[in-house]
T-cell receptor
Framework: GAVVSQHPSWVICKSGTSVKIECRSLDFQATTMFWYRQFPKQSLMLMAT?????????EQGVEKDKFLINHASLTLSTLTVTSAHPEDSSFYIC????????????????FGPGTRLTVL | QQQVKQSPQSLIVQKGGISIINCAYENTAFDYFPWYQQFPGKGPALLIAIRPDVSEKKEGRFTISFNKSAKQFSLHIMDSQPGDSATYFCAASMLWNSGNTPLVFGKGTRLSVIA
């Protein structure tokens, strides 16, 4: 159990276009999902925290108008990179926390496999 | 105070040897300390985690040692194998929280196990 999927696994797009990345919890309900980006040989950098049915909370320095996050259901969150530029090329990873009988074990996070974005 | 300092940055271990990765934290409110394993091009996978009410937790070849007074915790990989070659991240957070406290990650350790 506790499987998180991401789609697509990799995407190449032209500069100026928008790209949508989906994050799904396959066998559990996730009230909270987190979006990270990771540059080569670096640690995960938290971009935003996404709660079902409410606006995402963005970390300092992350442009909310550029990285649109929608958490439409308890199993799906999407990250849209708008007007992508080459510097947005990165590995984007989502994670989800799982409800457990009405309680949420915050930070027992389950990570997706990541999405490699390359902007030409 | 939110930082988690991880060392070493990279580690080379002979097959069969013991790999040791160390982390230190500042925030005494942290009560959840997981270790993640990440292979190239993949998302991190939870390896093992510990709460501060125990000083050691062992799962197979992986052991976490926790020193609450020193605010340090470490990962020991016994009988290291080439398949263990990956990047390891320690993290810290508050497990039960009314808010949505994210994990604070260390910078990672690239482990290479050579035959």
């Amino acid at each position: 159990g506790a499987v998180v999927s991401q789609h697509p696994s990799w995407v190449i797009c032209k500069s100026g276009t928008s790209v949508k990345i989906e994050c799904r919890s396959l066998d559990f309900q996730a009230t909270t999902m987190f979006w990270y980006r990771q540059f080569p040989k670096q640690s995960l950098m938290l971009m935003a925290t996404s709660n079902e049915g409410s606006k995402a909370t963005y970390e300092q320095g992350v442009e909310k108008d550029k990285f649109l996050i929608n958490h439409a259901s308890l199993t799906l969150s999407t990250l849209t990179v708008t007007s992508a530029h080459p510097e947005d090329s990165s590995f984007y990873i989502c994670s989800a926390t799982r409800d457990l009988r009405g309680f949420t074990l915050h930070n027992e996070q389950f990570f997706g496999p990541g999405t490699r974005l390359t902007v030409l | 105070q939110q930082q988690v300092k991880q060392s070493p940055q990279s580690l080379i271990v002979q097959k069969g040897g013991i790999s040791i990765i160390n982390c230190a934290y500042e925030n005494t409110a942290f009560d959840y300390f997981p270790w993640y394993q990440q292979f190239p091009g993949k998302g991190p996978a939870l390896l093992i985690a510990i709460r501060p009410d125990v000083s050691e937790k062992k799962e197979g070849r992986f052991t976490i040692s926790f020193n609450k007074s020193a605010k340090q915790f470490s990962l020991h990989i016994m009988d290291s194998q080439p398949g263990d070659s990956a990047t390891y991240f320690c993290a810290a957070s508050m497990l039960w929280n009314s808010g949505n406290t994210p994990l604070v990650f260390g910078k990672g350790t690239r482990l290479s196990v050579i035959a």
